[in-house]
C-alpha cells in the first residue's frame, strides 16, 4: 500500500516479529525493519504475538494490500502492472504468501510448545520438575480484595491479572487457608 508521507509516496510495511524463546531477543529480526527502511519502506507497524499477525493478516486482506519482503518477493508492482488473468493468479500468489508467512508462524509456536510439555513431563518424571513458583505478593493483593467484596472481573483489573488467575488463587485459598497469611507456608 502507497501512502503519501513528508510530501513524497511512500510503500508502507507492517512487520511481524518473532522469537522462539523468551531468552531470545528481536536483533536479527529487527534488521528486517532497518532493511525495510533502508529500501524506502515506511514502517507503519511493528507486530509480535500471534493473535497481532493473525489480525495484521486480515486488515492486510481487507485493504487490498501486498506481501513484500525486501530482497526476497515484492509481487506489489507486478499486481499493480498487470491485468486479466496475470493479475488473478499474482493476486492469488500474495494471499497463498500470506497465509504460508502465518500457518509457518503458527506451526512454530504450537511445535515450541510441545516441545516445552513434553520437556516439563520428563522432568516431572525425573522428579526434577516443581513448577512455578507462587507469586504471594500476587496472591495477597487478590485475596485481599476478594475478601473486601470485590468482583471477580475488577479483583482482577486492580491486580493485573487474569480472571482466570483471580479464579485459581481464591479457590486455593478457600481449600488451603482461611486467612491471606497462611498463604505463605
Known amino acids: 500500500m502507497n501512502v503519501i508521507r513528508e510530501g513524497r509516496e511512500v510503500t508502507v510495511a507492517r512487520v511481524y516479529l518473532r522469537v522462539s524463546t523468551d531468552e531470545q531477543d528481536l536483533a536479527r529480526q529487527e534488521a528486517i525493519v532497518t532493511g525495510a527502511r533502508a529500501t524506502g519502506y515506511y514502517v507503519a507497524s511493528v507486530y509480535l504475538p500471534l493473535a497481532e499477525a493473525e489480525l495484521l493478516v486480515a486488515t492486510i486482506r481487507a485493504k487490498g494490500a501486498r506481501l513484500a519482503v525486501p530482497g526476497i518477493v515484492d509481487l506489489s508492482d507486478l499486481v499493480t502492472d498487470s491485468g ?35 520437556g516439563i513431563e520428563i522432568a516431572k518424571r525425573a522428579g526434577r520438575y516443581n513448577g512455578r513458583k507462587p507469586d504471594l505478593v500476587l496472591h495477597r493483593r487478590i485475596i485481599g480484595l476478594r475478601e473486601t467484596g470485590m468482583s471477580i472481573a475488577r479483583t482482577a483489573e486492580l491486580a493485573g491479572c487474569s480472571i482466570a488467575q483471580v479464579k485459581r488463587v481464591t479457590a486455593f485459598h478457600r481449600v488451603r487457608a482461611p486467612s491471606p497469611e497462611n498463604i505463605i507456608e
Request: charged share 40%; aromatic share 2%.
Open 84 to 118: 486479466g488473468v496475470a493479475r488473478i493468479v499474482l493476486e492469488a500468489v500474495q494471499d497463498m504468501l500470506l497465509r504460508v508467512a502465518l500457518q509457518t508462524a503458527r506451526d512454530d509456536y504450537e511445535t515450541r510448545r510441545e516441545r516445552q510439555r513434553e
